[in-house]
């Protein structure tokens, strides 16, 4: 989120620098000689148009700006979930792998225990 708000203040600080470079052009076409009206004219018009660019551009950025924090949004909360079940896999996995260690480890005891037994057994039966 620290990039989008980043982001809406950089346009914020570029409309204020746009807005003070218009109102100063705009004085330094009112300070030409009256006789030359049409050069004033002409200005006026060529800052009219690129005002109305430069606003589209203004709102057109805002909105690719709005819709990167509700993706950013998104990319986090599907980290957490992707997080969590990453987690859980593991932790499945574990269990299952000290499961698996541990009943091998019995089984090996009740063979074991088995085999003295039998051994006694035919050990008893023969003597």
Known sequence: MATVSLAFRWLDMLEKEFDKAFVDLDLLLGEIDPDQCELTYDGRQKMTALSAAFAQLCH????????????????????????????????????????????????????????????????????
Not at 72 to 92: G, M, T
Not at 107 to 126: E, I, P, R
């Open 60 to 127: 057109k950025a805002q909105t690719i700006f709005q819709s990167n924090a509700k993706l950013e949004v998104n990319v986090r909360s599907r980290r957490d979930i992707v997080s969590e079940c990453v987690s859980k896999c593991f932790s499945e996995i574990y269990c299952d792998y000290f499961s698996l260690h541990v009943f091998m480890y019995v089984d090996c005891d009740c063979l074991l225990y088995m085999g003295v037994a039998l051994f006694q057994t035919v050990l008893y039966s023969s003597g």
